[in-house]
């Protein structure tokens, strides 16, 4: 399956491009209070381990925005304010020396002050991304929240920035509402050339959230739409970007550390292959190398699966096949067959 | 957004049906040794609580064959017998009275006893489904494994059926390879009309797992392929049966409980919203009535989703404000959010 993708413009964030073809990066949003900076500095630190490419801070008010300088100079990935309403805490932000704002100028009311924001990023060459939110969309203007209504919402926008001349944009039009969103982007996908951040919002709790974004973001990249991802979890933000990786990995649109393939067991198991897969995966996760695992439970599929991969074991009565790059290389007892592969993985 | 279905053939399998544009059925595996009558079907029993509308037991031997009928006869869920090699298995299954039977004719190697079974299936009206798997495909005939490899493959059962003028038809076409398995299904539904089975298999842990499987069975459903749906995971097959619900649901093909739409927090919050969160996604997992419920942390978005929503709490500094069906009700102190959202659920 080649996934052509959809053609838009660069936007440069810090020292990263967003769009015009470049690999689909991955983003997230740091969870503390921003004015406690030892703390969001350390979540992002978590996060810069974890692969994350660009980091979102919300900036709530003025005391939030003094801020952004301190944790900027601690950082090494891009970082982003996340701004609703008020224009000072943009000016702010950009005079901190934030890489991009999050920010829906409609929602600052005042051409004037659209347009000092305007001045002010483009003297910094920050860009700015629209984010278009079904829950925050005006309902006074749109009654229903339908795909026209979140585009038309995020092309007032839009325009209010290309009138001071500001193109230097990025653009997102989220619901929690999956169908929605999908309409919405594709929709847009034929009006704008400007790269699109996609994600699903507030997909919920970590179980139920990695499905539904991997449902919405998947389908999205599946038709060519998406430039930069954010899931969005009620949990670790560290688990945002684990999710982000397995739905890009699993379209082969990104490679990020190791992918797990194991069987789901059934009446033909004899091995205990749920504790060698979980037991696995918790060492598996501070490999950075792309590579895939394929752990199987009998002899159905396992040796096609179990030589497919880059290492592999096919699981028989207490025992496994190691294989590696296709061949079959020794059996293992099932209580030694985590340590062998590890031992395996840390050589290749 | 309105998915059109790919135009299947029905096929009944005990009271239900699958394809021709019945809504999409949930299935699941066991994973006890299916010689243990009462484990298989204490299994089978909690398989139906969490909604699953057939279940498949593995029958690796004589001894499994003829446990089915026992099994079968305190079930409510129509049963499926694995079968794999030899065809003795699949007459006795029959026998005891199974609903269908998933077996590759091809692997049975002779057509005389192909015919046999397809003679017992045609009289006790037993539906088989061919189930080609990436893992499994005969490596001296196909050298490279392509979606065009694991057409050919099933292509090549199907016709051992259709020779014997047994045309009672479900297909699968899995691989742990996600764009490998959408290709092979499109490809596929150009040739038959036959249901198709979907699912991607050995995705992996429970985490993973539901992430691949929302990407590649959430882009399978979104171009309209799918009669029945397995996610295969390493975990408890409840789980399966929950994430292949989920994203059903979330593309808005089938409605099973609670929906959960949360915020992923930020430096906004005021609330522990991931308590709050976590506490009621263990309440509302018993709740059957579907409804989209909205947890949502600050004013930016949450006043919007939670009024969007069934019934929602949008949280501000220590308190939530209930909304209703888009009204708001009244204010709650934080700690007592979870008992009250709960309390309003179970009126509804």
Chains 1, 2 share one sequence.
Do not use: W
């Amino acid at each position: 399956m080649c996934i052509p993708r959809r053609d838009s413009m660069s936007v440069k964030v810090g020292n990263l491009i967003i769009g015009g073809n470049q690999p689909i990066s991955v983003q997230s949003m740091t969870k503390t209070d921003t004015r406690d900076v030892p703390a969001t500095v350390y979540q992002i630190k978590q996060l810069e381990d974890a692969g994350c490419s660009i980091v979102r801070v919300a900036v709530p008010d003025i005391s939030a925005a003094k801020c952004l300088g301190q944790i900027r100079s601690q950082i090494n990935i891009p970082l982003v304010a996340d701004i609703h309403f008020d224009y000072r805490l943009a000016i702010e932000a950009i005079h901190q020396g934030v890489d991009k704002l999050r920010l829906n100028p409609g929602n600052i009311k005042d051409t004037e002050k659209v347009s000092l924001i305007c001045y002010e990023a483009k003297k910094f060459n920050i860009p700015i991304r629209i984010g278009v939110n079904s829950g925050s969309v005006d309902r006074k203007r749109f009654h229903e929240i339908t795909p026209q209504a979140l585009v038309d919402s995020a092309m007032e926008h839009i325009r209010l920035l290309e009138e001071c001349d500001f193109t230097d944009i990025i653009v997102s039009l989220k619901a929690s509402n999956i169908p929605l969103t999908i309409e919405s982007y594709k929709l847009m996908s034929g009006m704008v050339t400007y790269p699109f951040h996609i994600g699903i919002t507030e997909a919920g709790p970590i179980r139920t959230g990695s499905i539904r974004s991997g449902v919405g973001i998947g389908i999205l990249l599946s038709m060519g739409l998406g430039d930069t991802v954010r899931v969005s979890l009620t949990a670790d933000p560290v688990e945002e970007v684990y999710t982000a990786y397995e739905i890009l990995q699993s379209l082969n649109l990104r490679r990020h550390g190791v992918q797990l393939v194991s069987c789901p067991t059934c009446g033909r198991t004899e091995v205990d292959l749920q504790k060698i897969v979980y037991s696995l995966e918790d060492k598996l996760r501070i490999i950075k190398k792309p590579l895939c695992v394929a752990v199987m439970g009998c002899v159905v599929n396992g040796p096609g699966e179990a030589s497919e991969a880059d290492i592999g074991v096919a699981c028989g009565k207490g025992v496994g096949l190691l294989f590696k790059k296709g061949m079959p290389l020794y059996k293992v007892p099932q209580e030694r067959i985590v340590d062998v592969l590890m031992e395996e993985i840390e050589k290749m």
